[in-house]
């Protein structure tokens, strides 16, 4: 079923009628018409690919309200001291320069799926023949008991970049030598799986190189096991000893609840108080836009044909990146990047004729547990049964050599520049 019925849309008010009848009702009239939302990883990938390589054949509108994206991957770096705000902020002006992408600066606020249009909150409809919806996550906020969305600037989750990471950085800067740290980490799925980890050794590395070694982060985890465990248990015994704590839990007994005012978070094995700092990163699900147009399953995220990145609800929409469900394939930049251009490729090939090829998948994760001190995960991946699954895999090793992690960092850095570059160059 529709997410949006043209029924609906038009009983929306006499004033979004009024502005349908006014805005411009299709963006290149003369061309196939790919409307991408949402500018992320996924999103600005899939806009850039078409447009650039359909050589103008396809009129692309990106619709993203920002004109800077600020990426998680690398937000802990900024945690860390290791690269600046600006280092990690990117402009789409690239995207509308150099590949004709019409950046839509409005927040998409309906799809009518029965009638191939996206209207946005000032009430533009761009209608389309292909659709990528690139969403990403939304925080769940009522999955912590105390604790929502008007609680974010006293316990920040950092976990959608730009002033919550640099609220988070702050408020770490301001731990008093002694202080407590609690991260409240996630439950799958969620976005960048070994990220609370390389953050929870960001935040030790900087409370280390300013002498507060006196302090003490507690991770309180509803999972058994995470990404990259014993990489970043060994790592924190080896630079960290004492500082960082995780608690699984068998552990833990469960999280009880938080108090913002106080700052204190209650477990049922022990209560901490007056904690300097804690950090929640809640639940996750796909973005509204995805949800409201009848994109998502029970699950909170949407489901797709592992072949070709289309909706498995509408075969007119793409879904790419964070908002979807992708088999094997952890929650990435990377594989963001990699869906998009599978995606991307089969537009051009259903819109202009061009060749398509089996799809392939990819992504590293790489973290950072001290200076040089880089570990990594990943794979390659591919259609198989149903969903996109593992074809092959691989992580680092415990016991690595020095020069081996300080490699594993540069490729860290290099795969940054060269994807960024990728995205919005």
């Known amino acids: 079923m529709s997410g949006l019925t043209r029924r609906s849309l038009l009983g929306a008010g006499a004033a979004v009628v009024a502005s349908a009848v006014t805005a411009p009702a299709v963006i290149g009239q003369a061309r196939p018409r790919v409307v991408v939302v949402g500018g992320g990883p996924g999103g600005a990938t899939v806009a850039k690919y078409?447009?650039?390589?359909?050589?103008?054949?396809?009129?692309?509108?990106?619709?993203?309200?920002?004109?800077?994206?600020?990426?998680?991957?690398?937000?802990?770096l900024y945690l860390g001291g290791y690269k600046t705000f600006e280092q990690i902020t990117h402009s789409y002006e690239a995207l509308t320069r150099k590949y004709g992408v019409n950046h839509i600066r409005q927040t998409a606020a309906f799809i009518d799926r029965d009638e191939k249009r996206v209207r946005t909150t000032d009430n533009t409809i761009l209608s389309y023949?292909?659709?990528?919806?690139?969403?990403?996550?939304?925080?769940?906020?009522?999955s912590v008991p105390g604790?929502?969305?008007?609680?974010?600037?006293?316990?920040?989750?950092?976990?959608?970049?730009?002033?919550?990471?640099?609220?988070?950085?702050?408020?770490?800067?301001?731990?008093?030598?002694?202080?407590?740290i609690v991260m409240i980490a996630p439950p799958n799925p969620y976005r960048c799986p070994p990220g609370?980890?390389?953050?929870?050794?960001?935040?030790?590395?900087?409370?280390?190189?300013t002498g507060r070694t006196n302090c003490k982060i507690f991770i309180v985890d509803p999972k058994e096991t995470y990404s990259k465990q014993g990489l970043f248990q060994d790592g924190w015994e080896t630079f960290y000893k004492g500082m960082v704590e995780w608690l699984g839990p068998k552990v833990h007994d469960g999280l009880k609840s938080v108090d913002p005012k106080t700052g204190t978070v209650v477990t049922g094995f022990e209560t901490y108080k007056d904690c300097a700092l804690v950090n929640v990163i809640p639940a996750q699900m796909a973005g509204k836009i995805a949800r409201d147009a009848g994109l998502a399953d029970a699950s909170g995220f949407c489901p797709i044909d592992p072949a070709t990145m289309k909706s498995a609800k509408d075969p007119n929409l793409f879904i790419v990146g964070d908002a979807c469900i992708p088999g094997d394939m952890p929650k990435s930049a990377f594989s963001a990047n990699s869906q998009a251009k599978v995606a991307a490729m089969i537009i051009r090939n259903e819109l202009t004729g061009s060749r398509a090829f089996p799809p392939r998948y990819n992504n590293t994760c790489w973290s950072l547990i001290e200076t040089d001190n880089a570990v990594k995960v990943g794979g390659?991946?591919?259609?198989?049964?149903?969903?996109?699954s593992a074809a092959e895999t691989f992580v680092s090793k415990t016991g690595e050599t020095a020069e081996l992690r300080k490699q594993t960092q540069e490729e860290n850095i290099g795969w940054y520049s060269g994807i960024t570059t990728d995205i919005f160059g």
């Open 147 to 180: 604790w929502g969305q008007e609680h974010e600037q006293v316990m920040p989750h950092a976990w959608k970049a730009g002033p919550q990471t640099q609220l988070l950085k702050k408020r770490l800067d301001e731990v008093k030598n002694g202080g407590v």
């Open 50 to 76: 078409v447009a650039r390589d359909s050589a103008g054949a396809v009129s692309v509108s990106l619709v993203e309200p920002s004109a800077n994206f600020v990426t998680c991957f690398h937000s802990n």
């Open 380 to 388: 390659r991946y591919e259609p198989k049964d149903g969903k996109i």
């Open 196 to 209: 609370p980890y390389e953050r929870a050794s960001m935040m030790a590395h900087v409370l280390k190189a």
């Open 129 to 142: 023949d292909k659709l990528v919806v690139a969403p990403g996550i939304d925080l769940k906020y009522d």
